[in-house]
């Protein structure tokens, strides 16, 4: 049964389908995924002022990531040619977001993963849904490699972003700004790893300009983790180091997407520090409810560097992703908060510590 706009949100492959590559029925596989909420921000004018500010919150997908929308239609399409398998190389994301739509299209799911180096969650995700894991003596460039070269020689289907279905999907988060808002923002900030995302949004961008949906187009705003930033130095960075493993990329594949889109859009790649990806990941949290993971606060992070550097006026309307869930990374979040107080089940005891 096909839902409609009328009733559920039947998934971004049934709700955009005048917008998306050609794909039967019978191989659409959908967890609900996109439709994620533009959050306005409330609390924060101390620091943005008059500029409107918004989070797409993409961590509301169904792994907890933006991921989910590129997955939906790589693996619809590979159910489509008939494939048995996927792979893929992982910072985390993009094996939970996998193994999932895998176990859902009854395919095996392989995934590579840097040992030790990615978020306790997005781990337990990958090996709920049954993927088989390998973690690599190796950086998540490296894994990228062996994947690519498997899915030539053997029959799996690569599902990376270098899959161009993946774009197609992840396009739509675009889409969904533009229909929320009325309009397209003045600017749109992203963390930038393998910078899939921020070619795929202004791949959206542009066809809803092209469509007459809009008539302005935004300008693109990509930020790297300083350890991990080989857009912004200009070549590759072999051993990259961020807290922020989602994007710890030391060359990314969709390098050459990523100029053409802060190019074409007269935007930025840039880069912010660990420590600022952690403060602005514990101002969003605090101040406005919203957990995202450290790797989404990079895009807060680098839009409070450019309000800093006075490159935003007030009026403009910004919209920053945060691209997957804080409950994704537990260690990060409780290694950056103030430790709970333990104390005896004494109601005088915690009123007194309690100030009350
Ligand atoms: C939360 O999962 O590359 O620039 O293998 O998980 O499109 O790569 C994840 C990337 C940003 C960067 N935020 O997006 C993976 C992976 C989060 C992410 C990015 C990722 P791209």
Redesign the pocket.
Known sequence: MQLTRKGLWAGLINEFREHLPEISDDAITTLHEGNTPLIEMVNLRDIFGAIRVLFKF?GLNPTG???DRGMTFAVSKAREEGAKAVI??????????AAAYAARAGMKAYVL?PDGQIALG?LSQAMMHGALVLQIKGN?DEALEIVRKISEERPVTLV??VNPYRIEG?KTAAFEVVEHLGYAPTYHF???????????YWKGYKEYKAKGMISNLPKMM?FQAEGAAPIVLGHPVEDPQTI?T??K?GN???WAG?LAARDESGGFIGSVTDDEIIEAYKLVASREGVF??P??A?SIAGAIKMKNEGVLNDGDTIVCTL??HGL?DPNTAINSSAKPVKIAADTKKILKLMGL
Request: glycine share 10%; hydrophobic share 40%; with cysteine.
């Open positions: 993409e990531s933006f991921k893929c190389a992982s910072t985390g994301n993009t094996s939970a977001s993963v997005k998540f990376n972003s992840q992203l963390p930038v790893g393998n910078a899939g995302n921020i070619t795929a990509g922020a989602a994007i990329i990314p594949a969709s990523a995202c993971e790797a989404s990079a691209t997957g994704k």
